[in-house]
């Protein structure tokens, strides 16, 4: 479906930018691809290693909305990974935040009605569902604004949606390649901030291929959600470094013992697929879905009333040479 079109991605210089990019240079062949981002040294540097006829490179930021209406035109597929993510900065800076994760989200909606985008995708977090961080109250907003805005194209044929999963799995700033930061040069210990912290895993190839099937399936309004597996931080430190001890360190700012991706007050909205969930919208948009069924034909069935997407008490766990294979061919 993407032969032919032409592909935005903001906060596309990314771990994620850069891998969907691969994979739809690999896989497809599209007309454009634009890579929108704020940082000009990731551009060039991106540009050196994906410089294919069709890529094309725009210095922007989510909160200017003018040179985002300027950079969608004629675009088909929209893919909006740009965001503020790291926790505790969040908490300390929370109306920076705010501005690129929330007004920046409004933003980018905004400009795919106005250039007729027929597809957007927004990319989530399990720290959306039941935040207790800004971070996570911020991209809970976002998914709320990326739903709702199905009510605002009137008869126009535009989506939006919404894919949240877990940690991925060696991205910048994630807890791999920091243990194998502190591992290289020797450390004494490894921090760990609850010895029961789990959390939900995916590698970037995973995150990728999910989303690329999801613009066949989306009929807009949905937050998808990958069944994935969960791993003990604890389990993941001893795969890495079986020898080196762990220093207890505390909880951070805004962090959970457990992460959540479909929380139990929104049972009764999600539905199960095979490899995945689909929480359906708590509204009702003036053109009537039918969620159950995708787009693919693929049937889901409700969840029992209660239910909740858990990573400490998930039935997918990583086991410690799964961690070592990926690990590796990261």
């Not at 399936?217 to 795969?239: C, H, N, W, Y």
Request: include cysteine.
């Amino acid at each position: 479906m993407f032969d032919g079109k032409n592909i935005l991605i903001t906060g596309g210089t990314g771990s994620f930018g850069k891998k969907y990019t691969k994979i739809l240079l690999e896989k497809y062949k599209p007309n454009k691809i634009i890579i929108y981002s704020r940082d000009e040294l990731k551009q060039y540097e991106m540009s050196q290693e994906y410089n294919s006829k069709c890529m094309r490179y725009f210095i922007g930021d989510v909160r200017d909305a003018s040179r985002l209406k300027k950079a969608m035109n004629d675009v088909d597929y929209v893919i909006h990974a740009a965001a503020l993510k790291h926790v505790p900065i969040a908490e300390y800076n929370p109306m920076e935040c705010i501005k690129t994760n929330i007004n920046g989200a409004q933003n980018v909606i905004d400009a795919a009605m106005e250039n007729g985008v027929k597809k957007t995708i927004a990319l989530s977090t399990d720290k959306a569902a039941n935040p207790v961080n800004l971070y996570g109250a911020t991209k809970l907003a976002s998914d709320k604004l990326f739903v709702a805005a199905n009510n605002l194209v009137g008869n126009q044929d535009i989506q939006f949606s919404v894919v949240r999963y877990g940690n991925v799995i060696g991205s910048r700033g994630s807890v791999v390649p920091y243990f194998k930061k502190l591992i290289k040069n020797e450390a004494k210990a490894l921090p760990i901030t609850d010895e029961k912290m789990t959390r939900f895993l995916i590698t970037l190839e995973e995150g990728v291929e999910f989303v690329l099937k999801n613009f066949e399936r989306m009929q807009g309004g949905e937050i998808f959600v990958p069944k994935i597996p969960s791993m003990k931080i604890t389990d993941l430190a001893k795969a890495l470094a079986p020898n080196i001890p762990h220093e207890i360190i505390g909880i951070r700012p805004g962090e959970k013992l457990h992460e959540i991706m479909c929380p139990s007050d929104d049972s009764h909205l999600t539905l199960e697929f095979e490899n995945h969930f689909v929480i359906q919208p708590t509204i009702t948009f003036t053109k009537v879905r039918d969620y159950k069924i995708n787009e693919l034909g693929e049937k889901g069935k409700k969840v029992k009333q209660g239910f909740e997407y858990n990573s400490g008490d998930n039935t997918l766990w990583y086991k410690k040479e799964d961690i070592l294979k990926i690990v590796k061919d990261i």
